[in-house]
């Protein structure tokens, strides 16, 4: 049941209670109308508390383990007194809300440890299965006092350049002994990477994934960093036997301290704001364009027009979109 009270979200998030948590969110999830404005307002009332929070990006190619990890990740930072929050973007379902057993049966331990939250979202549709209300759910967790914030991707499509987008620390996990290595990445996000871990460094795989250390620090050497205070290292772990962990929750507090200091990490927080603004903006542009009468009048003829070589696609876009002269036939 969705509250008609904002007060009651705000405050409720503000006193860290987990239901009220869960519901707010399912607020900003909502498609109704009447959610959104309730919601805009919530995340508006909440920014000023949030921002305090490691945001950590994490993806990797299929198989390579990134449940396991994070699940390893998140109960070592749990029990060390963090509190962490995961929302990981569940492809399974664009309408019914996603599957929140599917997470919580892959977390099983991190699910119930009470300093962390696991929260899935629905892709919706959007680009390559992220969430596309994952930046404000990210707020609502900072807002209630989780110090890590960590996105999982689906590790496919251009999901991994939407969560660059949205976090401080991008970490692109690679697994060992699978073939050549290389292929299993683009160089696009291996340019996004502010890390690059090697999995599964464990057993009969260890030499496998020392081989592979050197082969990424080789083609990270070829790229340019995205800054130049920071280059990405390359590290190996075994999230099984926990190995590693606390190397790279070092990396990434070196990493935060050495562009708080240089005032990186606020200018990067700052060009993502205005990123997600014209993110928002570009999506709200689409919407009212299919939702517009006229536009739902005409489109179907036009595609049919299009389709069958009457009008040139890019004659019946200009018509479309701005409706110079609808008294003249298409």
Known sequence: ????????????????????????????????DSHQVMAREVVDRLLPYAGKAVRLGITGVPGVGKSTFIESFGLFLAQKKH??????????????????????????????????????????????????????????????????????????????????????????LMLAGA??????????????????????????????????????????????????TWTPPVVICSALQMNGIKKIWDIILEQRRKLTATGELDEKRKKQAVYWMWSLIEEGLKERFYTNPEVKKHLSQILRKVEKGEIAPTKAAEHLLFFLDNTQPV
Not at 4 to 24: F, H, M, N, S, W
Not at 99 to 115: C, F
């Open 1 to 32: 049941m969705i509250s008609e009270d904002i007060q009651y979200y705000i405050q409720g998030v503000l006193a860290q209670d987990r239901l009220i948590i869960a519901k707010t969110i399912t607020l900003i999830e909502s498609s109704l």
């Open 83 to 172: 509190k962490v929050a995961v929302l990981a973007v569940d492809p399974s379902s664009q309408r019914s809300g996603g599957s929140i057993m599917a997470d919580k049966t892959r977390m099983e331990k991190l699910s119930i440890e009470k300093n962390a939250f696991i929260r899935p979202s629905p892709s919706g549709g959007t680009l390559g299965g992220v969430a596309r209300k994952t930046r404000e759910t990210m707020l609502v967790c900072e807002a209630a006092g989780f110090d890590l914030i960590i996105i999982e991707t689906v590790g496919v499509g251009q999901s991994e350049t939407a969560v660059a987008s949205m976090v401080d620390f991008f970490m692109v």
């Open 179 to 228: 073939g050549d290595e290389l292929q299993g990445i683009k160089k696009g996000v291996l340019e996004l990477a502010d890390a690059v871990v090697i999995t599964k460094a464990d057993g009969d795989n260890i030499n496998n994934a020392k081989r592979a250390r050197r082969e990424y620090e080789t083609a990270l050497h070829f790229l340019n960093p995205s800054t130049l």
